[in-house]
């Protein structure tokens, strides 16, 4: 083996490093150089915010994390086809948002390999997926786009909470591309919301997800729309596992069901709706059939969504479960589990506002303080009043109810491994305060 010091390719580097120019990254990119750069590699649209931009600053340590030379964040839009979007039929819809993330993935990639050619270290992360699974169900995901989309003059998150481009609308998939330079000009956010709060996206969605007041109910989005991702995944492998023979498990799952998780794992994973997006008018380019015909918009775009006969997935015991029934009634609603089971005491603080089903908490005013002990000890406050939930860390206020839980068996309890029954009586959970409202507070969280 080659000495280090002979090695062909250090005795190279420093023979070419000795005449090298300074340090490229060190100098600040033109601004519209570099947007020149991002649109020929086919982004529609594109901005640059700085990595100290307050507006980012919750995101720093997982940029810095994927790449510690980061000093600019280039955002993107690819635009998507939006009547692909909006057709009832789903596997012309997924076909869209599946090639519209490989043009995110593709361009990102494009504009590393331009900079990466002129001496600028680069690096984009993934579209959506692949995301970092030994994390779920945590953050999964590197980047959050919107925020970092928002800041860099792309538009605004609208009722629905997607980013609303002020041309394109919402039918943009969002990129971004982390870089080691600065840039001489960045962007800030556009003066308004293009959202122009039709709450047709309220009405398309056909598990609720959206409120009339922004209110957005993820597990409620997450459990029908991702039924075939992570957490349906997961209860679909367990429903096998728990099967005794194939006819148990055609009593759970029909053929349409088991045909179409195989299509997810064989040409990725499928969405049940994203009827929120398909159904926004807003947006310049977009806007033209909405404002000249509103009630033919909504027969057109909105109807045949609202109409379509189809399996709605929903946590038995949800908002979401009474919402379809009462709305949607010619759909079949199937009460499933979301899959989400908590892995620490963090993980389940972490995920309450997500599971949160305001509906079943109605009429419920309580703090909670929550005593962990073992193996993950912390204290917790949890408060819920008016349909709303607040979680903070210690005692704080007086409480209703006091719960002192050794943290694996609250854990093993709410994956369904443990008894609660079986808990209290061997003093590894000890309530203080009436077991109704420990009810209840299972009751604001179905899983
Ligand atoms: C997590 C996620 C989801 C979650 C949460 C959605 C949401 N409102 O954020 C779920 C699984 C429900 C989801 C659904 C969809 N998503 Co999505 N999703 C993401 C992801 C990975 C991160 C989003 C994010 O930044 N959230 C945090 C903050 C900024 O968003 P927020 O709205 O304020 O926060 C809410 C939720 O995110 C949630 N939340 C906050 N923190 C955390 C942490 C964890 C661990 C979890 C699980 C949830 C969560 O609680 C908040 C309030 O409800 C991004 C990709 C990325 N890397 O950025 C795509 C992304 C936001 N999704 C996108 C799309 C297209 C969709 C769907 C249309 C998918 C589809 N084809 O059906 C639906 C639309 C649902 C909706 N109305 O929002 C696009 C949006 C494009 C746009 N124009 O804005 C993105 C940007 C992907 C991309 N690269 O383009 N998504
Ligand atoms: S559908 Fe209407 S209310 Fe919903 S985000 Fe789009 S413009 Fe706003």
Known sequence: MTKFEEHPTVLWWREQAVAKSPVVASIPLNADALRELCLQAGADDVGFVEI???AIADQHADILAAFPRT???ISFVCRMHKENVRAPLRSIANTE???????????GRSIVETLTKIGIRALNPSVAFPQEMDRYPGKVWTVSYKPVAIAAGLGHMGLHRNVIHPKFGNFILLGAVLIEAEV???NYPIDYNPCIDCKLCVAACPVGAIGMDGHFNFSACYTHNYREFMGGFTEWAETIADSKNAREYREKYSAAESASMWQSLSFKANYKAAYCMAACPAGEDVIAPFLSDRQGFVREVVKPLQDKTETIYVISGSDAETYTAKRFPHKTVK????????????????GLPLLFQRNQSAGLNAIYHF???????????????????????????????????DSKTWIGFLCKEQNIIWAILRRKIRVSGSIKLLQAFGKCFPS
């Open 97 to 107: 948002f599946h090639a519209s993330g490989a043009d995110i993935d593709r361009v």
């Open 335 to 350: 009460p499933v589990s979301s899959g989400i089971r908590p892995v620490s005491i963090a993980g389940f603080l972490f």
């Open 52 to 54: 100290s931009r307050p």
């Open 371 to 405: 005593t962990f002990t073992g193996s993950e000890s912390c204290d917790a406050t949890i408060t819920i009043q008016n349909k709303t939930l607040q979680v903070q860390t210690g005692h704080i206020g007086r409480a209703d109810i006091a719960i002192t839980a």
């Open 71 to 73: 000093k600019t964040l």
């Open 184 to 186: 001489t000009e960045y």
